[in-house]
């Protein structure tokens, strides 16, 4: 819901300090902890996004979410492996940026029905508000996310190729890769050098990557899972520079969304 892992971990650890700062016997009264958890997190979610909106107007350059690497390393799984899918799905890159364009309302809306399949009456009794608003909430919300990613492994080859010709500094072969309305979006939020405008177009992003590799000599590039999708880390001096996500679309990409603010890279240390 937040597009950050700070913030999400302060959210959790808020709903916990309110459950724990009730009595005793408070506590043994309520009948489904998790749903009064649920709730709660909720609440402070939408209250997070409102003033997260605020900071993110006054934020240097664009803002993108936080990049998760695989995340076999940040949970253990032992589910249905389909829920695995829909996990990665839920994280994907393209589909938290499309969770900022909504209001509050909307994207807690959708995350709670349509990622954790909660019903519209349950959703209505935490955010405030009737079913039928939450279910329209949600039909708006869906509208924007638009159909759902092709499969990882269809993008992986992609990726590789793109990664070799990006070393190589081939500009004709990365024009080849991009798709010719392709758009490159990078954070840095100020604290290291990250073009604060969208590069649009294939041929002009090709460009700029080369001439990135240029001038950064000693680059690593390595294929990772980022956001659960096949994406890309540089890695310069021993340390992570770039974490880039890619939406690799018929075969060529379309998007890439390169966070290098540091302070969104914390768990990308020894990728």
Same mark, same amino acid.
């Given at each position: 819901?937040?597009?950050?892992?700070?913030?999400?971990?302060?959210?959790?650890?808020? &709903?916990?300090?309110?459950?724990?700062?009730?009595?005793?016997?408070?506590?043994?009264?309520?009948?489904?902890?998790?749903?009064?958890?649920?709730? =709660?997190?909720? $609440?402070?979610?939408?209250?997070?996004?409102?003033?997260?909106?605020?900071? $993110?107007?006054?934020?240097?350059?664009?803002?993108?979410?936080?990049?998760?690497?695989?995340?076999?390393?940040?949970?253990?799984?032992?589910?249905?492996?389909?829920?695995?899918?829909?996990?990665?799905?839920?994280?994907? #890159?393209? !589909?938290?940026?499309?969770?900022?364009? #909504?209001?509050?309302?909307?994207? +807690?809306? !959708?995350?709670?029905?349509?990622?954790?399949?909660?019903? !519209?009456?349950?959703?209505?009794?935490?955010?405030?508000?009737?079913?039928?608003?939450?279910?329209?909430?949600?039909?708006?919300? @869906? @509208? @924007?996310?638009?159909?759902?990613? /092709?499969?990882?492994?269809?993008? /992986?080859?992609v990726v590789r190729d793109f990664r070799r010709a990006w070393e190589a500094q081939d500009i004709g072969a990365l024009v080849g890769l991009l798709d010719p309305s392709a758009v490159m979006v990078a *954070?840095?939020?100020?604290? =290291?050098?990250?073009?604060?405008?969208?590069?649009?177009?294939?041929?002009?992003? /090709?460009?700029?990557?080369?001439?990135? /590799?240029?001038?950064?000599?000693?680059?690593?590039?390595?294929?990772?899972? +980022?956001?659960?999708?096949?994406?890309? +880390?540089? @890695?310069?001096?021993?340390?992570?520079?770039?974490?880039?996500?890619? *939406?690799?679309?018929?075969?060529?990409?379309?998007?890439?969304? &390169?966070?290098?603010?540091?302070?969104?890279l914390g768990r990308w240390a020894a990728a």
């Amino acid at each position: 819901m937040l597009g950050s892992v700070a913030e999400a971990e302060d959210a959790v650890q808020e &709903a916990y300090a309110r459950w724990y700062a009730q009595a005793p016997g408070r506590r043994a009264a309520i009948a489904s902890p998790g749903a009064w958890l649920t709730t =709660v997190l909720s $609440r402070i979610c939408l209250d997070v996004l409102g003033s997260a909106r605020v900071r $993110r107007e006054r934020y240097v350059g664009e803002w993108l979410p936080e990049p998760l690497p695989d995340t076999a390393e940040w949970t253990a799984w032992a589910g249905d492996p389909a829920e695995r899918i829909a996990l990665d799905e839920s994280v994907g #890159m393209a !589909f938290l940026v499309v969770l900022e364009s #909504m209001t509050p309302a909307e994207r +807690v809306v !959708f995350v709670l029905h349509d990622v954790f399949r909660y019903p !519209f009456p349950e959703i209505a009794a935490i955010v405030g508000r009737s079913p039928a608003a939450c279910r329209q909430l949600a039909t708006s919300a @869906r @509208r @924007r996310v638009g159909p759902a990613p /092709a499969p990882a492994a269809a993008g /992986a080859v992609v990726v590789r190729d793109f990664r070799r010709a990006w070393e190589a500094q081939d500009i004709g072969a990365l024009v080849g890769l991009l798709d010719p309305s392709a758009v490159m979006v990078a *954070d840095g939020g100020g604290l =290291v050098s990250a073009v604060l405008r969208p590069v649009e177009g294939g041929e002009r992003i /090709a460009q700029y990557l080369a001439l990135m /590799a240029e001038k950064a000599p000693g680059l690593v590039l390595l294929e990772r899972t +980022v956001n659960g999708r096949p994406g890309l +880390v540089a @890695r310069r001096d021993g340390a992570t520079a770039t974490v880039a996500a890619l *939406d690799v679309v018929d075969g060529r990409i379309t998007r890439i969304w &390169a966070v290098r603010n540091p302070e969104k890279l914390g768990r990308w240390a020894a990728a």
